[in-house]
């Protein structure tokens, strides 16, 4: 069965391409949301395998949106996407529960990778 | 072999067979694992280069060696002289075995190779009397407890802090590894990877020791290598699967350490030097022993290696500023023609403009082996699991493309060869009752043909039905009967590169998923290549590729139609007519040219790019174009031949061109803009 993506992230471009790039290789892309805010109702309500998540965001930033699924889901499966040079919050997703990263722009076989080995990590 | 290849190869063994030569010299001296391992791997990399030559004389005594390398390695027990003989008699029998290579004399080569089995046979027979001595040196180094080393005997990369650390883990019954890591050279932020392959090791142990140290990883300060030593319950394969599972990962290779064999490492700080930089005495007395040991592996490896790893994104951004290079040389040779200005420093800038072109598209070009490694392991599984028998035959993987090909490529030829056995090749009691030997046969086969690479998928399978390919168009209404009894078999057999068109008389798992043929067609067509099909029922199925070298410049002979200066690809035209002394005859709804005794149907040009509607009456002075590739030919009507010139192609949004023929544009020497045709479409009929 297709895995079943959340796709968090402000512009609706990036998320158009994620989208193309997850559904063109066998995912299944459930939702998007384009704050941290609706990121973390998504979540609740969709029950995602996984969430792709920006960093920067209005309402709720990628970081507080991480910390917030993972109280209410210490299994949830979350990558979180960054620009270069957003080292250090990169850093703070991972801590907070992130379990990779990926930088934009995004390049399509990176993007494959990280959702597959996640993947092979949890099953 | 290319004289360019087998220069390399011979260079590239000579080092391997010195390092053979020095090391085996140096265990004279004593049993260093570190010179042990180092004459594994070069006899495991001789081996591994002579199987890519399927030269088995040399895989087989390379393979002897290496067992009997590694049994040393585990024991640590030291070699007699007269298994140090054995050893290095093998070395001469490879190196006058290469010379032979290098001279490429057929009869000396066959006398080196026979010496080669001598050689594997006493070398094997050596090894039989080795496992049969007592090891009575192998359990010295096994019992050495801890504490018998003392500080001066430790190698430089771990102080007496890590040494502890080692020992009070092994009393623990914990295990010390070393992981050498290699991250993709695309890894982004590497100091986040970095982060998370620390935090994956520490959930299982204590990372004690980083080469480069932890603050160079965090501010990347390393090119993408780095070493761990980790102390763990776990194995140090299981920490190897653990780095592995992460992303951007290249390449994990996990060793075992010991606090005994740390000590060992370290007799005679200059010891493993020799072996790995044999080529570099100076720098290694100079920098050498003054530098952690690790770490001068480390540079020395760096040292060694003869090719560079480069970002491509720099590589592509020097394409491009070649490409404009060329644009500006294009208009400095059409301002100089113009003003009558000829000058050698034109000539001169003409010239190095064109080499430097050369030289900077060969940095791009990629041996088609990157995708044909992956075939062999592909083609046994799906055989496997179709319960088939199919044996896969790669040639020409030395064929180069260029890089942003090979991405494109990589699918549709999987596709191509997944059809080819699931489809193709029958089942081997079908195969037997056909007549056919049981183990089907699937050839992939890659060569250059002048500006093109040409790649064939081959099978001896079932063929493709084109009985079934003419019903079916009839039965979807794709083509009335009349249509489809027009249709040559082999215009017919076209039809299966059409969208929604598969004749698989089942949906299978493996080809049926909706990635049809015609996926392969537009992968193929857009990366400005061409793709035809050969059957025969029953007799199995041949399916042809055709790719441009590279995309990013091509040689174009400049056109004029309807006031429109257009470039098309200069290595499709074979023949330039006049009009007027062409045969061109009208026949049925349309023209054709006889030429040669070949009926070509004529395009006109102009027409199908919508620039003018059709011409009643040909101009006799205008002219008419044969163009040709694989074996296809059609002629198109042309105003004028301007002239010829290198275009850089710039691609051109699908939004301003919906017309298939369309496939790049580019800016001319005289700061005109032409748009580039593909004749793809009209070759096709």
Redesign the interface.
């Known amino acids: 069965m297709a895995l079943r993506v959340l796709v968090v992230d402000d512009t609706a471009f990036m998320r158009m391409t994620l989208r193309n790039v997850l559904e063109r290789n066998g995912y299944e892309v459930v939702g998007e949301a384009a704050t941290g805010v609706e990121a973390v109702e998504l979540y609740q309500s969709l029950k995602p395998d996984l969430v792709t998540m920006d960093i920067t965001m209005p309402e709720m930033d990628g970081i507080t949106a991480i910390r917030e699924i993972m109280k209410m889901d210490p299994q949830a499966r979350i990558i979180v996407c960054?620009a270069?040079g957003q080292?250090n919050m990169?850093?703070e997703a991972?801590t907070a529960g992130a379990k990779?990263?990926l930088?934009k722009p995004f390049?399509p076989e990176?993007v494959l990778?990280?959702l597959e080995?996640?993947q092979?990590?949890h099953t | 072999m290319s004289h360019e290849e087998r220069a390399l190869f011979v260079s590239e063994s000579q080092e391997y067979l010195q390092i053979l030569n020095n090391g085996l010299l140096q265990l004279e001296q004593g049993t260093d694992p570190e010179v042990v391992a180092e004459l594994f791997r070069a006899a495991h990399s001789l081996k591994g280069m002579a199987a890519t030559l399927g030269e088995q004389g040399v895989v087989g005594l390379t393979h002897a060696m290496e067992e009997f390398l590694s049994r040393v390695r585990e024991t640590g027990e030291q070699l007699a002289a007269e298994d140090l003989d054995l050893l290095l008699a093998a070395c001469d029998g490879l190196e006058a075995w290469l010379a032979a290579v290098q001279k490429g004399d057929e009869a000396t080569m066959a006398q080196a190779q026979e010496g080669l089995e001598t050689l594997e046979a006493s070398v094997r027979a050596g090894f039989q009397r080795l496992l049969g001595r007592e090891q009575t040196a192998a359990s010295q180094v096994e019992t050495a407890a801890p504490g018998q080393t003392s500080a001066g005997d430790l190698p430089l990369e771990l102080n007496l802090y890590d040494q502890e650390l080692i020992q009070e883990a092994t009393r623990q019954g914990l295990q010390a590894t070393d992981l050498f890591i290699r991250l993709d050279p695309g890894c982004r932020m590497k100091s986040v990877r970095v982060f998370l392959i620390f935090r994956a090791l520490e959930q299982v142990g204590e990372i004690i020791k980083s080469q480069p140290p932890a603050e160079e990883l965090d501010e990347e300060r390393f090119d993408d290598r780095f070493r761990l030593l980790v102390v763990s319950s776990e194995p140090p394969e299981a920490l190897a699967e653990r780095v592995r599972g992460l992303a951007e990962v290249a390449e994990v290779v996990a060793r075992p350490v010991t606090a005994g064999e740390a000590g060992a490492g370290s007799n005679g700080a200059a010891g493993p030097g020799q072996a790995a930089a044999p080529r570099e005495p100076a720098a290694r007395k100079n920098g050498g022993p003054g530098l952690p040991k690790e770490l001068a592996s480390i540079r020395d490896n760096f040292l060694n290696e003869r090719f560079l790893r480069v970002d491509v994104s720099r590589l592509d951004q020097l394409v491009n500023l070649v490409g404009e290079l060329v644009i500006q040389r294009n208009r400095l040779l059409s301002v100089a023609e113009e003003t009558g200005f000829s000058s050698d420093v034109i000539e001169g800038i003409d010239r190095i403009a064109t080499d430097l072109q050369t030289g900077v598209m060969a940095l791009r070009m990629v041996p088609l082996r990157t995708i044909f490694q992956r075939f062999p392991r592909m083609v046994r599984d799906l055989a496997r699991s179709l319960g088939k028998q199919v044996e896969l035959a790669l040639d020409g993987e030395e064929t180069e493309l260029d890089r942003s090909l090979i991405h494109s490529l990589a699918d549709p030829l999987i596709h191509l060869l997944r059809n080819a056995i699931d489809h193709g090749i029958e089942p081997p009691d079908e195969r037997a009752r056909k007549g056919k030997p049981p183990t089907g046969r699937v050839a992939v086969t890659a060569r250059q043909e002048g500006n093109r690479v040409v790649i064939e998928v081959e099978d001896d399978g079932a063929g493709v039905d084109v009985t079934a390919i003419r019903r079916k168009l009839v039965e979807r209404g794709l083509l009335s009967a009349k249509e489809v009894e027009e249709l040559s078999d082999r215009q017919a057999l076209q039809w299966i590169f059409r969208p929604g068109f598969s004749t698989a008389k089942q949906v299978s798992d493996i080809s049926g998923r909706g990635v049809g043929m015609d996926v392969v067609r537009s992968a193929v067509e857009g990366a400005g290549g061409s793709l035809q099909i050969d059957s025969e029922l029953g007799q199995g199925t041949k399916i042809r590729l055709e790719l441009p070298l590279t995309l990013a410049i091509i040689q174009a002979m400049l056109v004029e139609l309807a006031g429109e200066r257009l470039a098309l690809p200069l290595d499709v035209i074979s023949e330039v007519l006049r009009v007027g002394d062409a045969d061109i005859r009208t026949l049925g709804g349309g023209r054709v040219l006889n030429w040669r005794g070949q009926i070509l149907p004529v395009i006109d040009a102009a027409e199908r790019l919508q620039l003018r509607p059709a011409q009643e009456v040909l101009p006799p002075d205008s002219l008419a174009l044969v163009l040709e590739r694989g074996g296809r030919s059609v002629c198109c009507l042309v105003d004028e031949v301007v002239g010829h010139e290198e275009v850089v192609i710039k691609p051109v949004s699908k939004l301003v061109s919906t017309l298939p023929e369309v496939s790049g544009a580019t800016v001319l020497g005289s700061g005109r803009v032409a748009v580039i045709i593909n004749p793809e479409p009209w070759l096709e009929g």
């Open positions: 960054s270069l080292k990169v850093i991972l990779d990263y930088v390049q990176r990778e990280a080995k996640l092979a990590q």
